[in-house]
């Protein structure tokens, strides 16, 4: 079962490359692949993913999204606490989507609980 699974996070990886190919300012394509990466436990992939994002994006929105996965990415790659504090640092104001808020609050304390 997990290979089953594995794989398909591997396909859909090619997919969003390809999307990202396609349209290389189509962030959510960039999001969406870090997430897959770091499913597959591959965080440093999925950072470079989200930083090479932030190298094009010129969104205030979608740049703080990637900020918040590369808290969450930094902090589950070994509980690296100074990236995952700055990035989720510099997240907060996705704070103001009540879609978002859960999301955010929850991995601010977890990484306040490990971190401070």
Do not use: H, V
């Not at 290979?3 to 997919?15: G, H, Q, R, T, V």
């Not at 470079?48 to 930094?74: E, F, N, P």
């Amino acid at each position: 079962m997990l290979d089953l699974i594995e794989k398909k996070y591997k396909k859909a990886l090619i997919y969003f490359q390809k999307g990202i190919d396609a349209d290389n300012t189509y962030w959510p394509s960039y999001i969406n692949k870090a997430r897959t990466e770091y499913s597959l436990s591959n965080y440093n992939e999925g950072i470079a993913t989200l930083k090479t994002m932030l190298g094009i994006c010129d969104s205030k929105y979608w740049i703080s999204y990637a900020k918040l996965y590369l808290a969450l990415g930094y902090f589950n790659n070994g509980n690296n606490c100074e990236e995952a504090i700055k990035y989720i640092n510099q997240s907060k104001s996705l704070k103001m989507y009540p879609e978002l808020l859960n999301q955010i609050i929850s991995l601010e304390e977890k990484i306040n609980k490990a971190c401070i």
